[in-house]
């Protein structure tokens, strides 16, 4: 089970309570759900650093407490978003496999728009990856995590190039480009100010490039 390093949780100002103020319990009010989506949006909106337990708090109108009803800590906290996250994101791959249909060409341009749907209607799941993926330059433990998801979607994507390819190798190839793109046009869209046609050039110029062009030209013999 993924471990997050304790010295990534952020440092907390507490103020020591006084006499006068009562305690609030309000744990149950709040569901763990809710403080994992309030981390994610956090994230989003200032990157890991953001993360603050304290900031949370005020943002859900509670006191820390509630906090740690259901969290012992900062680094549960970030451990239990990034695991919540991969597990999203595996089963975004799982049922898009299970959209496949007989036309494999059909399906492949159907994955480059689900690639993209990240730069687009989710721009919010774009930037959180983003974040996580400067978090993992400098962490060992969540590098392993965006490894295994890397793997995982490079993989569905050799799937369905090799539904178009007798050669398991070009597949594997295109794949590994194709997501190399697709990572490349995360950084592009998530500039401020970029025109909101750059998403249709981009899926254009990969369609063409990376899956037309690729494709046998009438007259010529498919490789084995």
Not at 200 to 209: N, P
Request: proline share 5%; with cysteine; aromatic share 8%.
């Amino acid at each position: 089970m993924l471990r997050i390093s304790r010295d990534l949780t952020l440092p907390q100002i507490l103020k020591p309570a006084t006499p006068a103020t009562p305690v609030v319990k309000d744990g149950p009010r709040l569901k763990r759900e809710d403080w994992l989506q309030a981390a994610f949006n956090a994230v989003v909106e200032g990157g890991v650093d953001n993360l603050k337990i304290l900031t949370l708090a005020e943002n859900l109108g509670v006191t820390r407490g509630s906090f740690y009803w259901h969290f012992a800590d900062h680094a549960e906290l970030l451990q239990a978003t990034l695991w919540g996250w991969k597990d999203q994101e595996i089963q975004r791959l799982l049922r898009i496999e299970g959209q496949q249909t007989p036309d494999p060409l059909a399906d492949m341009h159907m994955l480059l728009e689900e690639a993209l749907a990240h730069s687009g209607d989710e721009l919010e799941n774009m930037r959180f990856e983003l974040a996580v993926r400067g978090l993992g330059r400098r962490d060992a433990q969540v590098a392993t995590l965006l490894f295994e998801v890397d793997q995982a979607r490079t993989r569905l994507f050799a799937k369905h190039f090799s539904r178009l390819f007798q050669d398991p190798q070009k597949a594997a190839d295109l794949a590994a480009l194709f997501y190399l793109t697709i990572v490349g046009c995360f950084q592009a869209l998530s500039r401020p100010g970029v025109s909101s046609r750059s998403k249709d050039y981009f899926k254009s110029i990969i369609a063409t490039f990376l899956i037309q062009a690729q494709l046998p030209q009438p007259g010529t013999p498919s490789a084995h």
